[in-house]
């Protein structure tokens, strides 16, 4: 079989990584990476053997597919030309910057019948998917994800730099749309949103808590969701799992209340038997597989195969809905209660307070 002709366009902190992956993968020829910084399309070209252009125009005659790394503000202009010639893309999440950009990229997949695959990399985030497959009807979804600032990114708010990622993970667990959200959240360091707090009612009656800031000392991504089946737990850095379920005592026998009011209930007992004996506790740690590799590998075996890939342009396009509601929830809040007080993300704090957060 001949080898598929690949290319990436944007090769900065997160890009750089695609072109690797992609220079060592089989049955891949990386032909080139597109990159308007000089130094850095050249550091990386020679890094991954292949050729550097400063153009992503340059690309369109020598490649299949490419992979598109670029700020999300430039996700249409970029994807535009490579649909329009029927290429393939896979584009970094967020799908764009905004929904009608992204509701524009998938039109153009679909005029062109091209292959869209989107960034959500936590899909391929085994931590993710034993929670996926172990929990069928999600009631209750809680999702934090917490970084410090990296100065990258600051084209887009915290909503459609981090909270999207799960955003996409509540839509995938609950397979059903959000029909309501509550949100607000606070610029405190860039001119978008820095920090926010979500509230999703799903059509299926789930609910979905999630918790996103860029501007938190420590990093971390947590994902806990509760169903019929029990509560689930995962750490998606260090892909702990852990896995809480009602023992057949608990399911079927009396209530703890009603065995404690028994003459011979040993109480201190009965408080230490409750997660082991009465909850059942299991502690997993998912393969250490690399989300980006897997993610890189659907688009190769999508591209060759016709297959759908894991996630799809109406994937992408249903988390930037959800992200746009958010939004506009964040700018309508009213930190006083009142349309007459701070409303927004970029409130100021009153000056007698002696804080100034705008
Ligand atoms: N999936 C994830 O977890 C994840 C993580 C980080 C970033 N991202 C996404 O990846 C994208 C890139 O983020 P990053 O952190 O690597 O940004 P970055 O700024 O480090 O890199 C972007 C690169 O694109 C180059 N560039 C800009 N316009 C270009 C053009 N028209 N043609 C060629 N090159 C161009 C820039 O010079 C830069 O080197 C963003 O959409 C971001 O949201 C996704």
Redesign the pocket.
Same mark, same amino acid.
């Given at each position: 079989m001949s080898l598929l002709k690949l290319g990436v366009?944007?090769?900065?902190?997160?890009?750089?990584h695609h072109a690797r992956i992609l220079s060592e993968m089989q049955g891949v020829d990386l032909v080139g990476v597109?990159?308007?910084?000089p130094e850095?399309?050249q550091a990386i070209a020679t890094a991954c053997n292949t050729t550097w252009y400063? !153009?992503?125009d340059e690309l369109l005659d020598k490649v299949d597919a490419v992979s598109? *790394?670029?700020?999300?503000i430039?996700?249409l !202009?970029?994807a535009e030309k490579f649909i329009s010639r029927k290429l393939p893309v896979m *584009?970094?999440?967020?799908l764009a910057a905004s929904y009608e950009e992204a509701a524009r990229i998938v039109a153009l997949s679909e005029k062109h019948h091209c292959l869209v695959q989107v960034?959500?990399?936590?899909r391929f985030n085994p931590a993710f998917r034993k929670v996926a497959d172990s929990c069928s009807t999600p009631k209750y979804i809680r999702c934090e994800r917490l970084a410090p600032f990296?100065f990258?990114?600051t084209?887009?708010g915290v909503i459609?730099?981090l909270m999207i990622?799960d955003i996409d993970l509540a839509l995938a667990l609950t397979n059903s749309s959000v029909l309501k959200v509550e949100a607000f959240g606070a610029s405190v360091v860039s001119d978008h949103e820095d920090c926010a707090q979500a509230r999703l009612y799903f059509e299926n009656g789930c609910i979905a808590d999630l918790s996103a800031s860029r501007i938190h000392p420590e990093p971390s991504r947590t994902l806990h969701c509760w169903g019929y089946e029990g509560s689930f737990s995962a750490d998606l850095t260090t892909r702990e799992v852990s896995i809480f379920k009602p023992g057949e005592t608990l399911k079927h026998g009396p209530s703890l209340p009603e065995r404690a009011k028994r003459p011979d209930a040993d109480i201190e007992q009965m408080k230490q038997d409750i997660f082991g004996k009465q909850i059942g506790v299991e502690k997993i740690v998912v393969p250490q597989i690399d989300a980006?590799t897997a993610?890189l590998q659907n688009f190769v075996d999508c591209i060759n195969t016709g297959a759908q890939p894991v996630v799809d342009a109406q994937a992408g396009l249903a988390a930037m809905e959800v992200a746009e509601a958010v939004h506009k929830s964040v700018n309508r809040h009213q930190w006083e209660g009142s349309a007459h007080g701070p409303v927004g993300p970029h409130f100021e704090i009153p000056a007698a307070q002696g804080l100034r957060v705008a």
């Open positions: 366009v944007g090769v900065g902190a997160l890009g750089r597109a990159e308007v910084n850095q399309g400063a !153009d992503p598109i *790394v670029v700020p999300s430039y996700h !202009d970029v *584009v970094e999440k967020p960034g959500h990399i936590e990296t990258r990114s084209d887009i459609h730099d990622h980006l993610e």
